[in-house]
């Protein structure tokens, strides 16, 4: 059984579907076992997504995306 820690360090490997059939299912089971976890990944895609898009944005469009991150997970936690 994985453990938090280790979904965060094979993290980008399995957003990207570069691990293995086996790491890529236990990944999954824990996923479907830990909300934090789940929660964490959805947010890592998302950040990758931005990062990747390569779009530039000011501070104040970057302080806003934050405050909306944060308002949506305080939403989701409830």
Do not use: P
């Not at 076992?33 to 950040?47: A, D, E, N, T």
């Not at 909306?68 to 939403?75: D, T, W």
């Amino acid at each position: 059984m994985l453990r938090c820690k280790d979904i965060v360090a094979n993290a980008t490997d399995y957003v990207d579907e570069q691990l293995s059939w086996r790491q890529s299912m236990a990944m999954a089971l824990h996923l479907l076992m830990c909300g934090h976890c789940r929660r964490f990944i959805k947010y890592f895609r998302l950040s990758l997504k931005a990062i990747r898009s390569k779009q530039t944005i000011s501070a104040d469009q970057a302080d806003q995306l934050s405050k909306e991150i944060i308002a949506r997970a305080l939403v989701e936690n409830k």
